[in-house]
């Protein structure tokens, strides 16, 4: 490892700074030397200054690198304290507000010799010797021996655009250049000697001070840490990204903290904003509650998170055995079942958890608390102890630890007044503990996908719903009879809209002829799936009257125009179904003649036993319901052995294809038919949906004509 003695705030050696916005500007000056003025530390910024490289110069005498000493306006050597004088410095450093300042002359590398301010200010390293801390600053006024060194001055810490502080081995703060002082609002010229929630007042203590300790510990820099400052009264807000670095002796021995920030306010906000744009076009594209939840997850990592996962209680069905009906196990008690799980490591190693599984919590956790208080669960630092609710989850312990999860926040997701399940974000690899700012942004997304879950959550409902009554009102299983033989399929759509209302049957009349139907109700979901189940009925009931086809969708045609009535006059919120499209076919085995009539519908397509396809001449009639009923019966005579098709529209039309373009492939396709109708309507089917989620609810029934002796009809 370089040490940090060794590099520049936010850089290694030889490297580019690891943060866009500190590239290219001016390194700070800082050194620090032993009682004996031995060098310790030498920061970047001293070489860009001096020409000196830190290799050349830690560990030797800073006198070396002295053109002349000269006395500072406040007395005493600076780059020499003798320890005779150790107290005095003790003196001027801790208890008045002035700092000693020194002017001396210092040789630059190429032999120029260039005349320094420097500020000087007592480090106590971890083993408790006193060490100093040397900064250069602006030149006095009124010297102007130095007119070709006013370039590099500029450079020097008091003009420096960062807010630059060095803090001892007890995160005491002992130095602050002019920017610092600003922010946290400090007279130009006292001396800091502050603790750290009086020098970082404004900040969220709680969020940086495990990251000042642990670069204190570690000796590893941190970039790029961010945290937000508010002023007093509360009417500024400053975002800083800061970069730590630790000083420490040639033997490794830790002095103090060097921290470098820098306003980056406005690319804050930017970036905020643009992650919520983000969230907005990629967390709720569809109505599939595992993929909402699968879309957020993935959206946090790796921006606000390293690993993240999406929970959802029981009010969102996800299938499977109920939760409340499981037995606890290992890891507490069933509560979510998991829809949503990502991370910056392959595989995740740190979910005990796959999608679609249970998720096992103890009873004392804080996925317990955000699920039941509806509030959310920060831990800047997780607690891993004994004494903490992971004691009864050696399991979960286990993986935390060998992961490196180190900073949690837990979100509940709720929406329209049902909490949805919980969103947990998790830090292992970004060593920045999560901050008040992390946690809004959080619950910024966590109401964006909550409406999206929402939404998903009804639709599927809803759908479920539709399908279940829809399955009740068709027919289970259709018989031809001796009159005809069948084959049939039907697919519900998945549109957002839900299912639709379409139906087929058939039915047996006297005889042996039988009736063919199929129908499509306008619209879609639960109202669509019920007016069908009426529509359905009522042919039932007309075909027992025995009439001609086009005289039983003119009485069809009435009932379903006064149900659009009643539902009218009822004041019911859901709007009434108006329209429906109806083809129904009556075959004679005796006569081998099936008589058409349709309203509104596509016409039937009829395949001779040498694959021929033809469509007959059938007039298109008016929609079911709008009260017109002007229909009319076609008589078409069929050779033993062909074949009816009928259908819906979703067979053969799509967003992407218009309907005769549909008709012609659907032609292509039946003339390649199978012996086998339950295969034929596999092939076609197969053929025909272009996706495999059909746009629209897809109906198809197919009867093979028979013959029948008058005979075995006669009365």
């Known amino acids: ?145 130095q007119k070709a060194g006013e370039a590099a001055v500029r450079a020097l810490l008091d003009r420096s655009p960062f807010s630059v502080a060095v803090w001892d081995a007890r995160l005491r703060c002992v130095w602050l250049n002019q920017a610092s002082r600003r922010t946290v609002g400090l007279p130009p010229g006292g001396r800091p000697g502050l603790l750290m929630r009086e020098a970082l007042r404004g900040f969220d203590v709680a969020a940086v001070d495990p990251v000042m300790r642990g670069v204190l510990a570690s000796g590893e820099p941190v970039t790029g840490h961010e945290a937000r400052w508010v002023s007093p009264g509360g009417g500024r807000e400053v975002v800083f990204s800061s970069t730590l670095i630790r000083l420490e002796r040639a033997d490794g021995t830790p002095l103090g903290l060097c921290t470098v920030s820098m306003d980056i306010t406005q690319k804050w906000t930017r970036e905020r904003m643009a992650l919520m744009s983000r969230a907005a076009r990629r967390v709720g594209t569809t109505l599939d509650v595992m993929t909402t939840a699968q879309e957020l997850t993935d959206l946090a990592v790796p921006t606000l998170a390293d690993y993240a996962t999406v929970d959802l209680a029981e009010s969102v069905p996800l299938g499977g055995e109920p939760l409340e009906r499981m037995q606890p196990g290992d890891s507490g008690i069933p509560v979510f079942r998991r829809a949503g799980l990502a991370s910056i490591h392959k595989g995740a190693p740190e979910s005990a958890f796959a999608r679609g599984e249970p998720v096992f919590v103890p009873p004392e956790s804080p996925f317990l608390s955000v699920l039941h208080h509806r509030e959310s669960h920060m831990e800047p630092v997780m607690d891993t102890g004994s004494g903490s609710w992971l004691a009864g989850d050696s399991r979960r312990a286990r993986i935390i630890r060998e992961t490196g999860m180190h900073s949690v926040m837990m979100v509940p997701l709720m929406a329209r007044g049902t909490i949805l399940g919980i969103a947990v974000f998790v830090r292992t690899e970004n060593v920045a503990p999560y901050s008040r700012d992390d946690l809004l942004l959080a619950e910024e997304l966590a109401v964006h996908a909550s409406l999206s879950l929402d939404n998903a959550r009804r639709y599927t409902r809803e759908r479920a719903a539709a399908l279940a009554l829809q399955r009740s009102l068709l027919p289970g299983a259709l018989s031809g009879g001796n009159a005809v033989e069948l084959g049939w399929r039907y697919l519900p759509s998945d549109r957002h809209e839900g299912v639709g209302g379409d139906w087929l049957d058939a039915i047996h009349l006297p005889g042996g002829r039988i009736a063919l139907v199929v129908g499509d109700v306008i619209g879609h979901g639960i109202n669509a799936a019920a007016t069908m189940g009426r529509l359905r009925t009522a042919v039932l009931t007309l075909a027992a009257l025995d009439l001609p086809p086009a005289e039983l969708l003119v009485h069809l045609d009435e009932v379903a125009t006064q149900l659009t009535g009643e539902a009218a006059r009822s004041g019911d919120p859901a709007p009434p179904i108006v329209g429906a499209t109806c083809i129904y076919a009556v075959y004679d085995p005796v006569t081998r003649v099936c008589s058409f009539a349709r309203a509104g519908h596509p016409p039937p397509l009829l395949v001779s036993p040498d694959g021929q396809v033809t469509t007959p001449d059938t007039p298109a009639g008016t929609l079911i319901g709008v009260g017109l009923g002007s229909f009319e019966s076609v008589d078409v005579e069929l050779p033993e052995g062909s074949l009816i098709v009928l259908f819906t529209d979703g067979l053969i039309e799509t967003r992407n294809t218009d309907i005769d373009a549909g008709f012609d492939r659907l032609a292509t396709a039946l003339r390649r038919a199978p012996s086998e109708l339950d295969d034929l309507c596999s092939q076609v089917i197969t053929e025909m949906a272009t996706t495999s989620k059909p746009e629209d609810d897809i109906a198809l029934l197919v009867a093979r004509t028979r013959v029948a002796s008058p005979c075995l009809h006669a009365p």
Request: net charge negative; glycine share 12%; hydrophobic share 35%.
């Open 1 to 145: 490892m370089t040490r940090p003695a060794d590099v520049a705030p936010g850089a290694e050696q030889g490297r580019d700074a690891p943060s866009p916005g500190i590239r290219g500007l001016p390194a700070p000056a800082v050194a620090v030397i032993d009682g004996d003025g031995t060098v310790l530390a030498w920061a970047d910024g001293a070489r860009q200054l001096l020409g000196h490289r830190a290799e050349d110069v830690v560990g030797r005498p800073a006198a070396r690198l002295l053109a002349s000493r000269r006395e500072g306006t406040e007395g005493g050597s600076c780059l020499l304290p003798p320890r005779a004088h150790d107290r005095a410095w003790t003196e001027r450093t801790g208890e008045h507000e002035n700092r000693p300042r020194a002017v001396v002359d210092v040789r630059h590398r190429d032999g120029r010799v260039l005349r320094l301010q420097l500020e000087v200010g007592a480090l106590t390293g971890a083993d408790g010797e006193r060490c100093w801390l040397l900064a250069a600053t602006d030149m006095p006024d009124g010297d102007a021996r």
